[in-house]
């Protein structure tokens, strides 16, 4: 793996009204590594993506993507950055009125233009090619389960073809083998197209699996760092109470 950042934040805050949620928090992402934050309901993880894609702004602290710092730039150049950004919403987040096809087709005609229709069709297929769903290419998303709609929402993220990609709880809501196997697809495409990703989530076997170094906030701050198996082993039993 790189070394080389593709996302460094360093002394993030960011407060709603008296409630600090981000305390300071620094960390790097290298290109190709798949980074786990992990925390309680609360902890800051969420709002640190956001912060990082500009959907909140941060109050104080720097953020770079690219090497690029993106807490001064505005609208039209944060544009250019974001195009080489996926982000797979807890949700899937994906449009009800549209078929799986449509769905995507929608997600790929807003972030690149002057495809040709062949080249459209291609991008659909693989993509739903890559999370073992070509089957599903006209179906409505009513028509599919949770692990679907996930396996889905991976499918429109990824066929844009990002270098970063922001996931947020990718597991939620799904049963063990789901999870598992949404777990999986997240690895097999970082080792498809060497993305760099941030996976938020409180699943430790999603976790295990998909990350490459692991932090852990606590109340805003980052509290511990380190791969599974160095945590899993921790001497603080704040940190051990993750792996119970």
């Not at 960390?27 to 800051?44: A, C, D, P, Q, W």
């Not at 969420?46 to 990082?52: A, D, Y």
Request: contains cysteine; glycine residues 8%.
């Amino acid at each position: 793996m790189d070394t080389q950042p593709v996302i460094v934040i360093k002394n993030l805050y960011k407060s709603f009204g008296t409630n600090e949620i981000l305390k300071g928090i620094s960390l790097t992402v290298n290109k190709g590594e798949n980074l786990v934050i992990l925390g309680r309901s609360g902890s800051g993880k969420s709002v640190t993506i956001k912060c990082l894609v500009g959907l909140v702004k941060a109050d104080e602290g720097e953020i770079q993507i690219f090497g690029k710092e993106t807490t001064t730039l505005n609208n039209e150049e944060l544009n250019e950055i974001r195009v080489s950004l996926g982000f797979m919403f807890q949700d899937g987040a994906l449009y009800d009125s549209m078929s799986v096809r449509q769905n995507l087709r929608f997600a790929l005609k807003h972030h690149t233009q002057n495809l040709s229709e062949e080249e459209i069709e291609k991008r659909i297929l693989e993509a739903l090619e890559n999370v073992g769903l070509k089957e599903a290419l006209d179906k409505m998303p009513a028509e599919l389960s949770g692990g679907m709609k996930k396996r889905i929402a991976l499918a429109r993220t990824i066929i844009t073809k990002p270098e970063i990609i922001l996931y947020d709880e990718p597991t939620s809501g799904l049963d063990t083998i789901t999870s598992n196997e949404i777990s999986e697809l997240i690895l097999s495409v970082q080792k498809k197209y060497n993305t760099s990703s941030i996976i938020i989530t409180h699943d430790m076997p999603c976790a295990k699996i998909t990350g490459n170094r692991i932090l852990i906030l606590k109340e805003g701050v980052i509290n511990a760092e380190g791969t599974y198996a160095e945590l899993e082993k921790s001497d603080d039993e704040w940190v051990r109470s993750f792996f119970i």
